[in-house]
């Protein structure tokens, strides 16, 4: 890493974790939503009973958007009122058929979680990959938004990573015909629906601790993606770590794994632990990891087309080392999380599950107070 890059700084794009103080962010908007169609990379079920039933195909009710909206709006208010400047992707009509030289499909999906598609890492943002061809254009909502910053300040890095095909080629369809038994057999193979020959990643499969990067090989993320990640980061002196949760069958996104509180406390999923030995690089520096409490619903009792876990209660997001925001139902993890000293603030949103995210995955964290530091091993 060079001097400048771990100096404090006042670029306009700064965030070396997920928990420095926060400066401004990006919240995500229901408007325009989509059902998530069927396609290699995913294939959306109904819950509570309804699996057999088709899924339903084009825009989202409107009283699911405004829901969400209205709860979204809530996060805004409380981001202003910490004084946290916030911004709102363009609106885009997801409805539309995308039709490449590789793949089609017949619409698109949401803007609701930003954090799915961009990542600060320092003063440079990275648009990832992504990996299901519903999300291939989701960087557009926020370009706009990069633009700007891009504009105002010099200093500002902004990469988008290789697209990838989204080809037939790319996916391994069988994964989804495997029987529970045969994937718990397969666990240690970390092999999911997506082959490892192009370059993949979501951006909320990567967690951010100053100079290191931890990211999860999951459904949306291969080895491939996580070496362009390695590659690409380490002239500044930024180390990607491959990690592991062979228990979650069907991972994709970390945030509601693994999620770092602040320096020295990680909040872990209880029913996902870390592959045994990669826990070294975090005990060894001293991290605590303490488990998440069993979420307020089960995963039945989660929102009838939402494609998440009930583990979306441990998608917080922290205003600051000593202040993270929570879901108002989450009343064991409020506790938990008073007793390991940190304010807690809550808001409703529920109504935001229905898309796949909860706070954390709802936002893109633009600016935090703080540099890189060495914060493990
Ligand atoms: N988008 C986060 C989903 C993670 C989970 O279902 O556990």
Redesign the pocket.
Known sequence: MTLLDSMPTDCVVSAWNEWDRLREMVVGTAVGANYEPTEPGSRPQRRGGREGNPFPTGPKPQHVIDQANEELQGLVQLLQDWDVVVRRPSPVDFSTQLVSPDFSVENQYCAV?P??VLITVGSEIIEAPMSRRARFFEYLPYRDIVRGYWKQDQNVRWTAAPKPSMHDRMYRQEFWEWPLVERHKRMHDFEFCVTQEEVLFDA?DASRFGNDIIIQESMTTNRAGIEWLRRHLQDRGIRVHAVHFPL?L????????FVPLRPGLILT?PE?PILEGEDKLFLDSGWKLVDAPQPSLTNDQMPEFC??????SM?VLSLSPDVVICEENEHELHELLSREGLEVLTIPFRGVYEF???LH?ATWDVRREGKGEDLLG
């Not at 494609?307 to 979306?312: A, G, V």
């Open positions: 979680c954090r799915d909320a979650d069907f991972p994709s996104h970390i945030d509601c794994t999923n996902r494609q998440s876990s009930k583990w979306l998608n796949g995210g909860s995955c």
